[in-house]
């Protein structure tokens, strides 16, 4: 009888580097296009709260990139 596990072929780990500028040019793009929006909430929420301590638009627009790019590259 043959050991079928003793032929195993390990190979080494892909470079995944093309994944992840395709990954990195997508984020920015999402990024871009939500910037916009981002500042229109942060502000209509500033000036409801009168207080600017929350997150400022620049943080809001990377979430919604972070929260938005995976989703694509998961489908």
């Known amino acids: 009888?043959?050991?079928?596990?003793?032929?195993?072929?390990?190979?080494?780990?892909?470079?995944?580097?093309g994944e992840k500028t395709?990954?990195?040019?997508?984020?920015?793009?999402?990024?871009?296009a939500?910037?916009?929006?981002?500042?229109?909430?942060?502000a209509l929420a500033a000036i409801k709260s009168r207080s600017f301590t929350d997150k400022g638009p620049m943080a809001r627009a990377w979430t919604q990139a972070r929260i938005i790019t995976p989703?694509?590259?998961?489908?």
Do not use: H, Q
């Open 71 to 75: 989703m694509i590259f998961n489908a």
């Open 1 to 17: 009888m043959t050991d079928a596990t003793s032929n195993i072929v390990t190979e080494a780990p892909k470079k995944r580097g």
């Open 34 to 42: 939500t910037l916009p929006l981002a500042c229109l909430t942060w």
């Open 22 to 32: 395709e990954f990195m040019v997508y984020f920015a793009i999402i990024f871009v």
